[in-house]
């Protein structure tokens, strides 16, 4: 059975990229309400759309369907790459399992090539 | 190294819960994995963006809207978000207006205030 999870050590391991490196400021929730309702920070969401050279222009409530479409997009992503797990026998999700997923899926060929 | 849209990721304690309550307890998710999904959660804003962006300049508007990024879902394959999206749009509209009344409350309180302060 091969190795499932390296974890030597690194439980813990902040990527370069994962966040301080774009934005200046933290993503601090502004209210306790509004992180119920989206997890996300809409200011990085915010940033995302603002990164298209299209768009002019985004409302706050389409800015927030937007965080909010990304998270129920989050959680149906990993349970379809969950299914494949389950059929390895597996508990942990591995990437090639997201793989498999997005070419299972339609939906989700727009991520084909785009996340090497 | 040049900054591309995609490396814009969102932060991944964040991505990271929403997984862990998508699955079943006592399943695991390797780092890889998860940086995958944190990129193409990413990705799919910005497919998203683009698309409802469409909608909006079909609509001869600038401003994107909450119905364009509708649209985009239905236009996406992702219709099954429409329903969910449509019940957290009305709900962040009544937050909204709740915070815009009571921060008016706020401002009456503290006009009456400096009237009492000005006759007293």
Do not use: H, W
Not at chain 1, 64 to 72: D, G, H, S, T
Not at chain 2, 57 to 85: C, H, I, W, Y
């Amino acid at each position: 059975m091969a190795a499932v999870v390296p974890g030597s050590g690194a439980s813990r391991e902040e990527e370069g990229t994962g966040g301080d490196a774009a934005t200046p400021q933290p993503p601090a929730p502004t209210s306790a309400p509004g992180a119920r309702l989206s997890r996300l920070p809409l200011a990085r969401v915010k940033a995302l759309v603002k990164a298209d050279p299209d768009v002019t222009l985004a409302g706050q409530e389409a800015i927030f369907i937007l965080a909010r479409a990304a998270e129920l997009f989050v959680e149906t992503i990993a349970k379809d790459a969950y299914c494949c797990a389950q059929q390895g026998k597996r508990k942990t999700l591995q990437r090639r399992d997201l793989d498999n997923a997005i070419e299972a899926v339609d939906e989700f060929a727009f991520l084909e090539g785009t996340l090497d | 190294m040049a900054e591309r849209p995609e490396d814009l990721n969102l932060p991944n304690a964040v991505i990271t819960r929403i997984i862990k309550e998508a699955l079943p307890d006592g399943v695991n998710i390797s780092k890889e994995a998860r940086s995958a999904i944190s990129r193409a959660a990413s990705v799919f804003v910005l497919y998203a963006t683009s698309c409802a962006n469409n909608f909006a300049m079909k609509g001869k508007r600038k401003t994107l809207n909450a119905s364009d990024v509708l649209s985009a879902m239905e236009e996406l394959e992702f219709q099954r978000f429409v329903t969910p999206l449509k019940e957290a749009l009305e709900a962040y509209r009544r937050e909204q207006k709740g915070k815009k009344e009571a921060s008016e409350q706020k401002k009456k309180d503290k006009d009456k205030k400096t009237d009492s302060e000005e006759q007293g």
